[in-house]
């Protein structure tokens, strides 16, 4: 950041003519270039290919971990790439006990939760939509309230536990069935519907729920596809529920937890990972967990780029909510 | 007409909405407003077996011993340093880069380094800390390799285990996985900012760098200003899932937060009364925190949220 600023400043009296319009991008404009222009640009260029490298080393190198031989990765050096190529690391994640599980819940809960939570949100948004509601008030207040204001963590705790909730499957689900944040932002797009849409349909003797699930539902597919996206992903990577609540039920344990217990065994017992290195003359802690890493990250990596402009419009949307 | 034909009419008319909203009233009081019934822990010797009605109150006796603890003063600190830290660099560099991909000279850059930078937000904490812990590790982790390459430090510093780096630890963590994300709004506000200011700007002979302190950032300050305010009711909530998941003993001093208290003397020690104390102390910190900031914006002459 420093480079850029003094880089700026030796030019910044020099006359610069109409910079590039960030649209027109090449070509022609680079002939009125001033000499501070190309400073920039050249200082620009060097931040973002550090910021990118920054962003994607990381990344690339917990892939290059978890396909490299556990005792050659103790050598150092891997980067990019695999030197000794194995795919044991994953067959031992794999065969772990709770993952597979793990797995399984997480896709479970992914889907009921993403489907229960965007129709109950998207109903309630409808009833608030409504013009003549006589209770539109008085009930967004209530969820709106809920924005700002909660019981906190024990109160909640010993409310789920009452409820029965604890060591079951629901407290993944029933939590997030409706979101006051995600009723706001479809609300607000269901209010830009036009009404004559609804009052046609009532008129042919359309009911609420025809209503809402042949009209305003498939309108609303833009909002409805950002809102259930978030929660989706929400939903994939939350674990704090699963340690709270269902840390007695293996057989309800999620992928991000059971990465998790992974994560602390290596961390905070290194007597461990001498056992297990020797358990398993392959396979070190640190490669098994790069490959538990990518199984728990690659149904988000690989959905992400399809996904992108949606998760863009939805922060947009939510921002304009502002 | 009469009060009751009034509402017979409105019955009559929103029958079904009427009875369509009963079940979301009743979830949002039963799991929004129903536990802060259970503040009156706070005020209690709570015991589970006796319950709410049945427990002894025990007036501010929670409280005082919370403010005589040690450890409780100290994650005050921690949450809040971590909090005011995360915002004051999260904002910086989110509008910095913001900027600096803005006057991007490729479209195609541009895009593809947008796309990049919004990944972290998307992958969960567990797995950004366990890069952390890769990115950081005595043996083999790129930061030492790096540093040790370059000859700035010696030898392999074990980051974690020393309490003077973790908050900056933490720090950039946050700044990894949120920058991107959190330019995307400042994108979008740069992008709505007039171009013929910038027309005119360039007539009068202004250089790139002042545009953009004259232009972009007085066209970004409404923003920065309406996401200060929100942002800094939510400085105390950001002090959960990276300090639990990348603290450890050595650093418990400077790690621990007001959750990480709560969940751990709360919840593992099983002081309900304790922990309920901490979360209402916390809650209420958060609800002032968003007064003040909506207070001073409004007298500043910004923008304000209500």
Known sequence: MRANDQGLSVNSGAVAKRPEDVKDGSGSVFSRRTKGDIAFDVVNTIIMVLFTVIMLYPLINTVAMSFNDGIDALRGGITFLPRVFTLKNYQTVLAKEGMMTGAKISVLRTVIGTVTSTLCTALLAYVLSRKNFIFKKQLSMLYVVTMYVNGGLIPVFLLYKSLGMTNSFWVYIIPGMVSAWNMLVLRTYMNGIPESLSESAELDGAGHFTIFFRIILPLSMPVIACVSLFTAVGQWNSWFDAMLYNRMSDNLTTLQYELMKLLSSVTNNNANAETMKEANNMVTPRTMRAAATVVTALPIVCLYPFLQRYFVAGMTIGGVKE | ?306
């Open chain 2, 1 to 306: 007409m009469k009060p009751t034909n009034a509402f017979k009419k409105v019955w009559k008319n929103q029958k079904v909405l009427i009875l369509m909203s009963i079940p979301f009233a009743l979830y949002a009081i039963i799991f929004s407003y129903v536990p802060l019934f259970g503040w009156v822990m706070a005020f209690q010797n709570y015991k589970p077996k006796d319950g709410l009605l049945h427990s002894k109150f025990v007036g501010l006796q929670k409280f005082t011993r919370l403010f005589g603890d040690d450890v409780f003063l100290k994650t005050i600190r921690n949450t809040f340093c971590m909090g005011l830290m995360n915002l004051v660099f999260g904002t910086v560099c989110a509008i910095l880069f913001a900027i600096l991909l803005n006057e991007f000279w490729s479209v195609k850059g541009k895009k593809a380094v947008q796309t990049i930078s919004y990944l972290p937000h998307f992958l969960s904490w567990i797995i950004v800390t366990g890069i952390c812990f890769d990115v950081l590790a005595m043996e083999n982790g790129v930061l030492n390799d790096v540093l040790v390459g370059l000859h700035i430090i010696k030898a392999p510093i074990n980051w974690l285990a020393h309490p003077k780096y973790f908050w900056w630890i933490v720090t950039f963590s946050n700044l990894w996985k949120e920058t991107g994300w959190n330019s995307i709004i400042y994108l979008a506000a740069i992008t709505s900012i007039n171009p013929d200011l910038y027309e005119a700007a360039s007539i009068d002979g202004a250089g790139r760098l002042s545009k953009i302190w004259h232009i972009t950032l007085p066209g970004l300050k409404p923003t920065i200003m309406i996401l200060l305010i929100m942002n800094i009711g939510n400085v105390l909530n950001a002090g959960f899932e990276v300090q639990y998941l990348l603290g450890n003993g050595l650093v418990q001093s400077v790690s621990q937060t007001i959750d990480i208290y709560v969940l751990k003397f709360g919840i593992s020690n099983g002081d309900y009364s304790l922990g309920t104390a901490a979360g209402i102390f916390k809650s209420i910190v958060s609800i002032a925190l968003i007064a003040i900031a909506n207070w001073g914006a409004k007298a500043a002459g910004e923008e304000s949220l209500f």
